[in-house]
């Protein structure tokens, strides 16, 4: 629940402590308070009927707090699946470092700033859409397939590799982007994964920075004549052309065994 129960979990206990101060204030008030009253006050506030309902409706404020957050993390899943689907295979077979993931948001909101959270909402309901009424299970391989998704994706990649046009400049500050661990990733103004700390840098070289970009990128010289409407509607460029250029710089960084 990130720091949202955390904080609403202080907030019952600090009502609880304080009905058992108040409880301690009446009871000094008839004499001097003895360790032992304390004690038989603190019991009696463990099994008092007249704490039920403060009891009940902090556990329905719970469970909102755990049903926002869901909510909240779905929005994130999806637009975040988005953004490195092409790059399952290589997570899958540990050849890129999942971790990278959060430090590509990072760049990614560094380019879009707050649009981020328009294109993490829109993102979530196409596929609330997708799943249906019942809320079932999404299939992720349609919604990549989706068009809307689709063109939100290639308007992220076609400014991403706008930001390579100075490609040297942009790949030190990205190699450096994608080395930082941090122990919060914000995708939105208010989401944020947490993790915790390794206390070293992700594993970024030249090796990685070519697996990377070269997956996100490559799939985008071989389009279909439909996807590249798309994304000449999305980007107003072509992709073979674009994507090429930045493929062709990025040929230097290939692995030598790769």
């Known amino acids: 629940m990130l720091n949202r129960g955390p904080d609403y979990l202080r907030q019952m206990a600090n009502k609880v402590l304080d009905a058992l101060l108040q409880g ?11 360790y032992d009253r304390l004690a038989q006050l603190v019991e009696v506030m463990k099994t008092a009927p007249d704490y039920d309902h403060f009891y009940r409706a902090s556990y329905d404020g719970v469970l909102k707090v755990m049903e926002d957050d869901q909510r909240r993390g779905a929005r994130v899943n999806a637009f975040g699946r988005l953004l490195v689907h092409p790059l399952d295979p290589l997570f899958a077979e540990n050849r890129l470092d999942r971790r990278l993931i959060g430090n590509f948001f990072f760049f990614v909101r560094s380019l879009f ?29 349609r919604f990549y397939a989706d068009p809307r998704a689709k063109r939100m994706y290639f308007s992220v ?17 990205a190699m450096k982007v994608m080395q930082h661990d941090p122990t919060a990733v914000g995708l939105s103004s208010t989401v944020y994964i947490e993790r915790p700390f390794e206390g070293q840098a992700l594993p970024f070289g030249n090796r990685e920075f070519y697996l990377f970009f070269d997956g996100l990128i490559r799939p985008l010289v071989r389009l279909s004549a439909e996807d590249a409407k798309l994304y000449k509607e999305a980007t107003g460029e072509n992709a073979t052309q674009t994507a090429g250029d930045f493929l062709t710089k990025l040929e230097e960084y290939r692995p030598k065994a790769a």
Not at 24 to 34: F, R, V
Not at 157 to 173: E, H, P, T, Y
């Open 113 to 141: 700033g707050d649009e981020v959270e328009a294109m993490a909402e829109q993102s979530a309901e196409i596929a609330d859409e997708l799943r249906g009424p019942e809320g079932g299970q999404l299939d992720w391989a």
């Open 157 to 173: 990649m076609g400014r991403m590799i706008r930001a390579f046009r100075s490609f040297d400049a942009r790949r030190d500050w």
């Open 24 to 34: 301690a204030s009446a009871e000094a008030a008839k004499g001097p308070l003895s």
